[in-house]
Nanobody
Framework: QVQLVESGGGLVQAGGSLRLFCAASGRTFNNYGMGWFRQASGKERELVAAVNWSGSSTFYAGSVKGRFTISRDTAKNTMSLQMNSLKPEDTAVYYC?????????????????WGQGTQVTVSS
């Protein structure tokens, strides 16, 4: 059974940092593109960052560019999101996702596997 499990969420003050982790099990995602999405209360799920199969290419939403860094370790079947200079508007449930396509994908419906989400709350 394919599973993506997020960890690392929590409560942090504005200006602080958090690092999210996504661990994949049940199959290898070495050839899959992966991404981090978030969904704030009452809003639609949106892409935060994406990475291609090798980690050599990345994409960031404009709202997080320069503050967040996505990376992956293909040997360990893991992915992370380093979040710095956090703002209250970054508060959301963050989801790890994988797409069978090897390149970067930005559309939610192009992702085939999803984690259960981890809550990130940034206080002002």
């Amino acid at each position: 059974q394919v599973q993506l499990v997020e960890s690392g969420g929590g409560l942090v003050q504005a200006g602080g940092s958090l690092r999210l982790f996504c661990a994949a099990s049940g199959r290898t995602f070495n050839n899959y593109g992966m991404g981090w999405f978030r969904q704030a209360s009452g809003k639609e799920r949106e892409l935060v960052a994406a990475v291609n199969w090798s980690g050599s290419s990345t994409f960031y939403a404009g709202s997080v560019k320069g503050r967040f860094t996505i990376s992956r370790d293909t040997a360990k079947n893991t992915m992370s999101l380093q979040m710095n200079s956090l703002k209250p508007e970054d508060t959301a449930v963050y989801y790890c996702a994988a797409t069978r396509l090897s390149d970067i994908r930005v559309a939610l419906n192009e992702y085939d596997y999803w984690g259960q989400g981890t809550q990130v709350t940034v206080s002002s």
